[in-house]
């Protein structure tokens, strides 16, 4: 059975070693190449093919975080693994947005790391225990604010719908507009209620009131 190839970017060669040390002993997986930053990275791509990188954010000459836009539009079949000393939401957010499958920290317990690269392998995601603890607490804090989420949970079509919705645009209109059957129109909006907790068009339309979409 053929190994899933592990490609490493880290600019702390220490880290790239004990990282690599952990994955060779695995017997499924196998290290065909390191980087010392994004720049590097990009180019070992262009000639070694492999499944999944194991990449930090803060690298030098091209981060972490251009590296996944970039791995997401010429390498789609690549998988990527954040493991960073970052574990704050904006960098956990960004990163995500643009295509990584996975976000460890590097403080999180050494023997996560294989369990980690096989879920990604699976096609599932993974989130450091630490993370998503920062996650629950932010939403919990978020609920006693009465805040709102964010748009940028919303796909760009969920947002088109929205708009629309707002506009007060009928489905049937809406599937007229953007070529779409009246169906895939109401899926969309169920997923927007279930996303951002609302019931109704009222309270859809409120929602986008507040973030100013209308």
Do not use: W
């Amino acid at each position: 059975m053929a190994k899933n190839k592990i490609i490493i970017a880290d600019d702390h060669p220490l880290i790239r070693v004990g990282i690599k040390g952990m994955i060779d002993q695995d017997p499924d997986l196998t290290v065909v190449g390191e980087a010392e930053n994004g720049e590097e990275l990009l180019a070992l791509l262009a000639h070694q093919k492999c499944d999944l990188v194991v990449t930090d954010i803060s690298m030098p000459r091209v981060d972490g975080l251009t590296a996944v836009k970039k791995i997401r539009e010429e390498f789609p079949q690549v998988k990527i693994l954040i493991l960073s000393m970052l574990k704050d939401y904006p960098h956990f957010q960004e990163v995500i947005a643009h295509g990584a499958n996975g976000y460890m920290v590097k403080d999180d317990a050494p023997d996560q790391l294989i369990p980690a690269i096989k879920m990604i392998l699976k096609g599932k995601k993974y989130v450091s225990p630490s993370v998503t603890t920062m996650l629950v607490d932010k939403e919990l804090h978020s609920l006693d604010r009465g805040e709102t989420p964010s748009l940028e949970i919303l796909t760009k079509r969920e947002r088109e719908i929205l708009s629309m919705v707002t506009a007060g645009m009928a489905n049937k209109v809406i599937a007229s507009r953007l070529n779409l059957s009246v169906r895939t129109v109401e899926h969309h909006r169920a997923n927007l209620t279930d996303k951002l907790g609302l019931k109704d068009t009222a309270s859809l339309v409120k929602y986008a009131l507040s973030k100013g979409l209308a």
